[in-house]
């Protein structure tokens, strides 16, 4: 038996704006990715940059340019979370998509992307279900997921319009940058 839970997102005014747009069906999805954007900066401040920005994910960019097989990709990454004694959920997303980036031969790019896109599949995922049928948001659960897929492409797409440094300082640059253009709802 599973103990799995959903966590909605706090009731601060930056969410409530964030949560009146989200599956909101007279907002497009540009606008909707922008505010899930603006209040996850706004409620974390610096820490979700430095949590993104963590020297153990910079390091898991430079191994999916190094591994061909995403398992051992993936144990080089937790053997150096594990020296580090860190963990995060943010973490936890890097694996993900280190894996994922590993088996589509995509690099430092496909992982960078990933990560942004399995950020945003976070912040959408942790409200989105409760809005599922209600007045003037998503019908179905197959509108929802489609919903949130083009989020999870939208961050990905901007994550893609910047160059990609594994190098500590790069890394941090290249996450502000990123974080910059989604909360701006705009690419470069």
Excluded at 32 to 58: F, K, V, Y
Aim: with cysteine.
């Amino acid at each position: 038996m599973g103990t799995s839970t959903n966590h909605s997102s706090p009731k601060t005014p930056n969410w409530r704006l964030a949560n009146a747009s989200l599956g909101n069906i007279n907002i497009n999805i540009s606008r909707q990715s922008q505010e899930i954007w603006r209040a996850a900066i706004a409620d974390r401040g610096d820490s979700l940059a430095d949590a993104l920005g963590d020297p153990l994910l910079a390091n898991a960019c430079s191994l999916a340019n190094k591994y061909v097989l995403p398992s051992l990709a993936v144990q080089e990454y937790e053997r150096s979370i594990f020296i580090a004694h860190a963990a995060s959920l943010f973490l936890d997303l890097g694996r993900r998509a280190l894996a994922r980036s590993v088996a589509k031969k995509t690099g430092m790019s496909g992982f960078a992307s990933e990560l942004f896109a399995e950020t945003a599949g976070y912040y959408a995922s942790r409200d989105l279900p409760s809005f599922i049928g209600a007045p003037g948001r998503v019908e179905t659960v197959s509108k929802a997921i489609e919903l949130k897929e083009q989020i999870l492409n939208r961050a990905r797409e901007t994550a893609k319009t910047y160059s990609v440094k594994s190098d500590s300082q790069g890394w941090k640059n290249y996450i502000l940058k990123v974080l910059n253009s989604l909360q701006k709802g705009s690419t470069k």
